[in-house]
DNA sequence: GCGATGCTTCGGTTACGATCGAACTATGAA
DNA sequence: TTCATAGTTCGATCGTAACCGAAGCATCGC
């Protein structure tokens, strides 16, 4: 008994709903007021006010004020890995939410998880980076190749920027819609900044999900191909 | 709000002290009774009855009878993996026991994640390998070489057995002590197995610590040692 | 200055869940 | 059979934490 870290207070944290429901919509990358996750959270502010103090406090929350909001972020990745761990574990033994919504399938398509790409899409953008000798697969590990980089700078990205970063390049994500992994690190968040500047996506206003245009889906199908 | 699987049920699981207490005690990959864990989680048997259908109930656990007692062990890997990356992240932020307790330093030292060896002798284990070259480690992932499955020959373990399970080889596990990987996967247990099944090293009774005996200390640091 | 907005703090209510004593079931030992 | 041990179920108690209304700050626009 009293071996190790103390799990309890980190689960009791994620344990309430309201928290919960905060920081999956947090994953989302986007930093919200307190307002708004009042809303997702279904409770009133003050009750909001008191969970959000209670997050920052445990270090999965940060916050900055900005006039007279207030902005919440996740602490840092790690945070976004923790619970996106949670939540693909609780896929797998069927914790699922009582009602699935109308915006399930957008969000199983493709969403931002963090700063990345997600989803089926996500899986897919991997899987081919990964067919076409541009990321070497070892274990669950991932890792840029000299190919992967030269076609990279083709489409605009250029590695030797992201590697100044302390962040690792790439690192797998567990995905929880699909059940395999997709590029995360920073690589996964170049990609897909790109994806949004070049107009190929846009982020949804109150989700997580993804919408790609007709004219985008085309350039990223083709851009990343399934093997037959 | 309403976006995905719900973790909030498996965060109030292992947000209760007594339920984390028992959980981290089977990380120990031993099967414990009710009334063990009662001990571990420090309630009467009753409490520790209800919690316990709880765990099961939320899948975390499994149970199996023998005679009038009932052991209970961890579900699968997966929940292994959950508790340890959860300890991982709580000792990143500070989220540390109250009192240390004397037997942390032999927790630190080499104890049992699972059913493998962790703490710092894990972590040198795993360098040790990454430097002789009988593992790639590319990222986070980890990978067997062909030089590595010969050295394992020569001490006694059939990497070929192994690659028969459906469980994965290698696998990297985030060490909450050390804060570095240290290996998982069938060959983790493999090793960890081969040190007990040699004498070099016992397990404790009530703990999760391993002790290596002076021969075995001795043996294990040549085995796997660091380079300067 | 003023009101409006965003957020926090205070106080009091409420509800849920952890807890344990006691009674009950099941298995094993004598 | 009887007694002992392991565990569950029931019932009642109790504490804590989530919750909201109301009041209090802080910041913006005017």
Not at 80 to 104: C, D, N, V, Y
Not at 150 to 159: A, E, F, P
Request: net charge positive; with cysteine; hydrophobic share 40%.
């Amino acid at each position: 008994m009293k071996e190790g870290p103390d799990i309890a207070q980190i689960g009791a944290l994620i344990g309430d709903p309201a928290r919960a429901n905060m920081l999956a919509a947090l994953t989302g990358g986007r930093a919200l007021t307190a307002t708004e996750l009042a809303g997702v959270g279904g409770i009133t502010v003050q009750t909001a006010s008191t969970h959000l103090a209670k997050l920052e406090a445990g270090g999965l929350l940060a916050q900055r004020k900005q006039g007279r909001h207030r902005y919440f972020t996740l602490a840092d990745e790690a945070v976004a890995r923790l619970i996106e761990s949670m939540m693909g574990f609780a896929a797998g033994r069927g914790h699922l939410r009582h009602q699935p919504g109308p915006k399930e399938p957008a969000l199983r398509k493709a969403r931002i998880c963090y700063d990345h790409l997600a989803g089926d899409y996500g899986v897919r953008m991997l899987d081919s980076l990964i067919a076409s000798g541009s990321i070497d697969a070892v274990g669950d590990g991932l890792a840029l190749t000299e190919k992967g980089e030269s076609d990279l700078k083709r489409i605009g990205i250029n590695v030797g920027d992201l590697r100044s970063s302390r962040r690792p390049l790439c690192r797998s994500c567990l995905d929880w819609s699909e059940r395999r992994a997709h590029l995360a690190g920073s690589l996964g968040k170049a990609l897909l900044s790109s994806f949004l500047d070049k107009g190929w996506a846009r982020r949804t206003a109150e989700s997580r999900s993804i919408n790609f245009s007709p004219e985008g889906d085309r350039q990223f199908l083709k851009l990343f191909p399934v093997d037959p």
